[in-house]
């Protein structure tokens, strides 16, 4: 079954323009939701993670229970979000990980 | 470099073969995972070791095994090979077992099946 669907594969916007990356997942138990980026050439690191309710590099995300989605949101996309987004769910109990198929974004100057 | 560290970075090999991939993960991370990324299937969790113990197992066929040492390195063996498992496998690590702490991944194995 697929727990974690980010629906788009590619996502274009323009510099200063609000950016919003998908993800819904689906899961019975209390999951915990993160969201990791990989930069060109560099390797997969954590971005958020919803209990830590944080802002990093200007992006947040809530994680919606009714909605059972995760959604990443910038106010004002730069040129340097330009990466492969993964959205990620950790299964309590089980500690199984699950990652989505990714959206590469594209912020266009 | 104290982050993770995967060995070999490319593996070229023929069906049917064995091949073992190895991780050392962050100094003091305890907790070692291994994915498998391919085109059409994204990042799929294979399985974690904790303190040298399985902990969790995702989508891992059986001819697919690991294990974690006790310096805490970890090596994954792919046996009888087919095509089908060219990909990018992945070994992420954390200083905890849950999987709500946040991994520090390696740069990956690439391996091409022929």
């Known amino acids: 079954a697929q727990r974690v669907t980010q629906p788009e594969k590619l996502l274009s916007v323009f510099k200063g323009a609000p950016v919003e990356l998908k993800c819904n997942y689906s899961y019975s138990g209390s999951p915990e939701l993160f969201w990791y980026v990989q930069y060109s050439r560099q390797r997969l690191q954590l971005l958020l993670r919803h209990i830590s309710r944080e802002s990093i590099k200007g992006f947040t995300a809530d994680l919606n229970k009714g909605e059972t989605s995760f959604h990443l949101k910038k106010p004002f996309a730069q040129e340097e979000d330009s990466a492969m987004y993964y959205c990620?769910?950790?299964?309590?109990?089980?500690?199984?990980?699950?990652f989505g198929t990714g959206t590469s974004l594209t912020v266009i100057p | 470099d104290s982050g993770v560290t995967q060995t070999p970075k490319h593996l070229i090999t023929a069906t049917g073969q064995r091949v073992t991939l190895r991780c050392s993960p962050r100094s003091g991370d305890l907790s070692v995972y291994w994915y498998q990324q391919s085109l059409d299937q994204g990042l799929q969790f294979l399985i974690q070791?904790?303190?040298?113990?399985?902990?969790a197992k995702g989508n891992i066929l059986e001819r697919f095994s690991a294990q974690q040492f006790p310096d805490l390195h970890s090596e994954l063996n792919l046996s009888s090979l087919e095509l089908g498992d060219s990909a990018l496998y992945f070994c992420a690590s954390s200083f905890r077992d849950r999987g709500r702490n946040e991994q520090f991944f390696g740069p990956g194995t690439r391996l091409t099946v022929l």
């Open positions: 990620a769910l950790s299964g309590v109990p089980g500690n199984q990980f699950y």
């Open positions: 070791y904790y303190n040298g113990e399985e902990r």
